[in-house]
Nanobody, 124 residues
Framework: QVQLVESGGGSVQAGGSLRLSCVVS????????MGWFRQGRGKEREGVAA???????SYADSEKGRFTISKDNAKNTLYLQMNSLKPEDTAMYYC??????????????????WGQGTQVTVSS
């Protein structure tokens, strides 16, 4: 059974930082594309960042330079370091695992496994 469990969300003021974690079990973690998505209230889910089995990363344009995705294969854990947070970053953040091409597309449809989400709230 595949499980993805996120943690690390919370409330922070604008300009602050948070580090999200996602522990993965039940799949060959190191061989798939792992990604972070978010969904704000009333908005569609959007890709934030992804990392492939070789450690190559990709980011949505709005997050480049502020967010960093990484993983620890030994711990089966995915991370998202978020700096210089803005109120518009407020959303439910989801960890996802998908096919290797998902790392290029950052499309929700290319990711088949999802966590339950962790809420990030940024106040101005």
């Amino acid at each position: 059974q595949v499980q993805l469990v996120e943690s690390g969300g919370g409330s922070v003021q604008a300009g602050g930082s948070l580090r999200l974690s996602c522990v993965v079990s039940g799949l060959t973690y190191s061989s798939v594309c792992m990604g972070w998505f978010r969904q704000g209230r009333g908005k569609e889910r959007e890709g934030v960042a992804a990392i492939d089995s070789d450690g190559m990363t990709s980011y949505a344009d709005s997050e480049k330079g502020r967010f960093t995705i990484s993983k620890d294969n030994a711990k089966n854990t995915l991370y998202l370091q978020m700096n210089s947070l803005k109120p518009e970053d407020t959303a439910m953040y989801y960890c996802a695992a998908g096919e290797w091409w998902g790392c290029s597309t950052l499309r929700e449809a290319d990711f088949g496994y999802w966590g339950q989400g962790t809420q990030v709230t940024v106040s101005s």
